[in-house]
């Protein structure tokens, strides 16, 4: 009966239909709570990760990073001094905080200066504790200050003839030099420009670690050529022909990385670039064309929740959840993307935020944020399931459970690799397979329990650490993960759809018929 015809009837009858009414859209948002918008009970989710596409990670495609100048000195990258005149290496004293010395015969954390990239051709240097290496009032080096100037800035000067030969010019216009071991200061000229090793300005340079991610793609580049850049590679690495594929192979949904700038679109802070809104737009149109479900994944979150270049990080250093503001921030991406696609039938989840890192972030923190999070979601949509991922690291696989059960529609996000760990180097074929089949069934049996959140397995790959593999041998290993991630209550995400690495490519992996769904 249509509601305008409501008003011939007597007020006690139209309260008898108002409550009427009012009980089956109830029911029906009960019914849709249970089992997602407009599915059944037996629905599992199939997805592909588009990782790479509008969050960098450069293992994915690290041709986007060629052309950036100087591209050996990213964000985050590690340098490692060794003096040639003492032959030790150069050292934060007490990890910061005090001089720098040059009396170390082996290099480890102390002994480790991450880049931050103020251009192409200078940097500061951050040291264990966070200080940046300067210069003080009697040209001594130093690393005191907590946040970098004008004498905590560097030009690192290379050989030709051999890069790995350095010098490391101060703004003062002398070049550091090491008088003793414990002595080093910024007062050494040009000299005969010789790069002998009786040179005490001269460092043999070494790299521990670094980063591609995008912080480090944007401020690589610098703010003329980063948005042509990246605006480029939203455009073409993922395209509407990817979404037809996705569905004709038997995919329903898509988990889509983003970073918190995408919620300061057009104009994002600095070095980010605005354009992804548009491309995550453009994603949600497509996704509504072929029948395909879209949850929305915050993987990087201000100040970074883990070490990683998927977090955006600038430099290894985990600062979200340490303040209020952070996890504020995140709340209000998170509303931010909730209330843009609310209304759009593809929305099927968001993920408050990816791999969290313990002990950094305590539980206490994901709790807070969590609940928080939740809200915002809700505060849109009753139908969109809220994906909690687990925290990595040392930390309990079940912490969540009893927190998430009182949410409804909530999913706890776990993710299965055999790699990252030293006891998958030597695993067979055979064993790798046992692992899946009873390890991972463990595992997963452990977080889905009854009357608790749903489980959700939001990463896992096809590839591992045996050495020769067949392609039988693939196709046994994509299968037995097939099977059990399939068990979860929620569903699964295969780790991504595009990536030079072929096995970590669902597109390849498919069409070379690796893996059959």
């Known amino acids: 009966m249509q509601l305008k015809n409501m008003a011939t009837y007597s007020s006690c009858t139209m309260r008898l239909l108002v409550g009427y009414y009012l009980f089956i859209i109830s029911s029906c948002c009960i019914f849709n709570f249970s089992y997602g918008r407009n599915l059944n009970s037996n629905f599992r989710v199939k997805a592909v990760n588009l990782g790479g596409w509008l969050l960098t990670e450069g293992w994915i495609k690290p041709s986007l990073f060629d052309g950036i100048p100087n591209k050996d000195f990213l964000d985050g990258t590690g340098l490692q001094f060794k003096s040639v005149t003492v032959g030790k290496y150069l050292c934060a004293e007490l990890g910061g905080g005090n001089i720098i010395v040059a009396n170390r015969t082996a290099a480890s954390g102390w002994e480790t200066f991450k880049i931050w990239r103020t251009n192409s051709t200078t940097f500061n240097f951050r040291v264990f504790n966070k200080e940046f290496v300067?210069?003080?009032?009697?040209?001594?080096?130093?690393?005191?200050?907590?946040?970098?100037?004008?004498?905590?800035?560097?030009?690192?000067?290379?050989?030709?003839?051999?890069?790995s030969r350095v010098r490391i010019k101060s703004t003062n216009g002398f070049f550091l030099q090491v008088k003793t071991e414990e002595l080093v200061t910024a007062?050494?000229?040009?000299?005969?420009?010789?790069?002998?090793?009786?040179?005490?300005?001269?460092?043999?340079?070494?790299?521990?670690?670094?980063?591609?991610?995008?912080?480090?793609?944007?401020?690589?580049?610098?703010?003329?050529?980063?948005?042509?850049v990246m605006r480029e590679h939203w455009r073409t690495f993922i395209v509407e022909e990817d979404f037809r594929f996705i569905k004709s192979n038997g995919l329903n949904a898509v988990r889509i990385p983003v970073g918190w700038w995408i919620a300061s679109d057009p104009t994002p802070p600095k070095p980010y670039v605005g354009g992804s809104l548009h491309a995550l737009d453009n994603a949600f149109?497509?996704?509504?064309?072929?029948?395909?479900?879209?949850?929305?994944?915050?993987?990087?979150?201000?100040?970074?929740?883990?070490?990683?270049?998927?977090?955006?990080?600038?430099?290894?250093?985990?600062?979200?959840?340490?303040?209020?503001?952070t996890i504020q921030q995140t709340v209000e991406v998170i509303d931010f993307l909730t209330a843009r696609y609310a209304k759009n039938p593809s929305l099927f989840a968001v993920e408050l935020i990816n791999e969290p890192l313990a002990p950094e972030v305590t539980f206490d923190m994901v709790k807070k944020y969590y609940q928080a999070g939740y809200n915002a979601v809700r505060k849109h949509s009753s139908t969109a399931y809220v994906v909690m991922s687990n925290r990595l690291g040392p930390s309990d696989p079940t912490e969540l459970l009893t927190f998430a059960s009182g949410l409804k529609g909530s999913v706890i996000d776990v993710h299965y690799y055999n790699l990252f760990s030293d006891m998958f180097d030597n695993m067979s074929v055979q064993q790798n397979l046992d692992f899946v089949n009873t390890n991972r069934s463990a595992q997963l049996n452990t977080v889905t329990q009854s009357n608790g959140p749903i489980t959700f397995v939001?990463?896992?790959?096809?590839?591992?650490?045996?050495?020769?593999?067949?392609?039988?041998?693939?196709?046994?290993?994509?299968?037995?993960?097939?099977?059990?991630?399939?068990?979860?209550?929620?569903?699964?995400?295969?780790?991504t759809l595009k990536n030079e690495n072929n096995h970590w490519s669902m597109e390849w992996m498919i069409k070379n018929g690796y893996i059959k769904l």
């Open 187 to 228: 007062d050494r000229n040009g000299g005969n420009g010789g790069w002998g090793d009786d040179d005490p300005s001269v460092f043999i340079m070494k790299t521990s670690g670094r980063l591609e991610g995008e912080f480090q793609i944007t401020n690589g580049y610098g703010p003329i050529m980063a948005p042509q």
């Open 134 to 163: 300067g210069i003080d009032g009697s040209g001594n080096v130093v690393a005191v200050e907590s946040k970098p100037g004008l004498t905590e800035t560097f030009e690192i000067v290379r050989n030709s003839d051999d890069p």
């Open 285 to 325: 149109l497509w996704a509504r064309k072929y029948g395909l479900k879209v949850i929305i994944d915050l993987h990087a979150a201000p100040g970074s929740q883990n070490p990683w270049e998927h977090s955006a990080n600038r430099d290894g250093t985990i600062e979200w959840g340490k303040t209020d503001d």
């Open 458 to 495: 939001g990463e896992w790959v096809a590839e591992w650490q045996v050495r020769d593999a067949t392609k039988e041998d693939y196709q046994k290993f994509a299968q037995a993960q097939l099977e059990v991630f399939g068990r979860a209550t929620f569903g699964w995400a295969y780790w």
